[in-house]
């Protein structure tokens, strides 16, 4: 019985455990976090990182503004980064050089199931 219980709850929870819709409503100024996917450049770790926040850093004016506004650089399986961005940027950037692809990072929530026992 108490298997049974758990396996109830824990699919319960995982189907519960969807993506966030993206909301029009949400300002264009707000920065949400994007991916963004960069061609592929031959070059160590670190050559890679700087191009990254070069090519960020044509649309944000500097390269400070590059470095506090990405997250987290991809270097391995992709090439990329993601950073916080405003629409605005999203359409400036996506422009660039070398920029292939920006999709919105995926936010997920957890939502709780109330199940009363008997």
């Not at 819709?21 to 300002?27: G, K, L, Q």
């Not at 987290?72 to 916080?84: E, L, P, V």
């Amino acid at each position: 019985m108490f298997h049974k219980l758990m396996l109830l709850l824990l699919s319960s929870w995982m189907i519960q455990l969807t993506p966030a819709a993206s909301s029009e409503s949400t300002a264009s100024s707000t920065p949400m976090e994007h991916i963004v996917y960069m061609e592929r450049t031959p070059g160590s770790q670190e050559m890679i990182e700087l191009k990254h926040i070069h090519t960020l850093a044509s649309v944000l004016g500097s390269e400070e503004a590059a470095r506090k506004a990405i997250i987290y650089c991809y270097k391995n399986t992709i090439s990329g980064f993601s950073a916080m961005l405003t629409k605005a940027q999203v359409e400036e950037l996506s422009k660039q050089p070398g920029v292939l692809k920006i999709l919105p990072a995926p936010m997920y929530h957890l939502s709780t199931v109330n199940i009363s026992t008997p």
